[in-house]
C-alpha cells in the first residue's frame, strides 16, 4: 500500500515491515497508524539503509520562547485527549493517551497510560453499561481527563455526547462508521457492532 498525504487518528499508514514509527504515529498489529491529524511525511536517512520513517509533524505543540517545540507536554485535568484502547476489563478499560485537543493536533512524546472507568462512560444509565459494548481493543477514542488518578494512571472520562469512540476497526479489521451514538457499521461487510460512539465535531 502507498502512504497516504494525510491523515487523521486512527487511519491506516504502512506495514511496519517496510517502515518505521516517527512523531505523530503509532504501531499496532503489525501496521502503523496516525497519533494525530495533519500532513504525512516519509523520510529516509540518506545515511543509513534502513527502513523509511513515517511522520506526521506535530504543528501543534507548543513552542518555548527560541521557537522549538516543547517535550515536556503532559495531559491535565480538563484536557481533551485521544487515546487508543490497549486492554478491556469488565469494569474499566485501558488506553494510552497519544495527543491532546479535539483533533489530536498536539501529539505527545510519549504515550500516558490512564482508565476509563465503568462510571465514567456515559453519564445516563450508568449501571447498564457493558464494557464490551463501550470498546474494544485497538478503538481510538477520544475523552477528557477528570482526575490526575494514582502514579500510574490517568482517569478520562467519555460521558460527554462528543466523546467516545472516533476511529475502530471491525472484527473483520476493516475500518467503520458511526451510524448512531452507540453503532458503527462495518463499511465493507455492513456489519454493526456497539460501541460507545463520540459525536462528530
Known amino acids: 500500500m502507498s502512504v ?5 487518528p486512527g487511519d491506516q499508514l504502512a506495514p511496519v515491515s517496510t517502515h518505521t514509527i516517527g512523531l505523530g504515529t503509532h504501531s499496532y ?19 543509513k539503509k ?13 513552542k518555548s520562547a527560541s521557537g522549538a517545540a516543547q517535550g515536556a507536554v503532559t495531559p491535565s485535568v480538563g484536557d481533551v485527549v485521544l487515546g487508543r484502547v490497549t486492554r478491556t476489563m469488565q469494569r474499566q478499560a485501558t488506553i494510552d493517551i497519544l495527543s491532546l485537543g479535539m483533533s489530536g493536533s498536539q501529539v505527545l512524546r510519549e504515550p500516558f497510560q490512564a482508565l476509563i472507568r465503568q462510571q465514567d462512560i456515559r453519564a445516563t444509565e450508568i449501571d447498564k ?11 481510538v477514542v477520544r475523552g477528557v481527563v477528570i482526575s490526575l488518578g494514582d502514579e500510574r494512571n490517568y482517569y478520562v472520562s467519555t460521558a460527554k455526547n462528543e466523546y467516545g469512540v472516533v476511529l475502530a476497526r471491525s472484527e473483520a479489521n476493516n475500518q467503520m462508521v458511526p451510524v448512531s451514538w452507540r453503532k458503527m457499521r462495518d463499511l465493507e461487510t455492513g456489519v454493526s457492532e456497539l460501541r460507545k460512539v463520540a459525536k462528530v465535531v
Open 129 to 139: 453499561v457493558k464494557m464490551a459494548e463501550s470498546f474494544r481493543v485497538g478503538d
Open 29 to 47: 498489529a503489525s501496521n502503523l497508524y496516525a497519533s494525530v491529524a495533519g500532513p504525512v511525511s516519509t523520510t529516509r536517512d540518506s545515511t
Open 50 to 62: 534502513g527502513l523509511p520513517t513515517v511522520s506526521i509533524p506535530a504543528s501543534g505543540r507548543p
Open 4 to 8: 497516504p498525504s494525510s491523515a487523521v
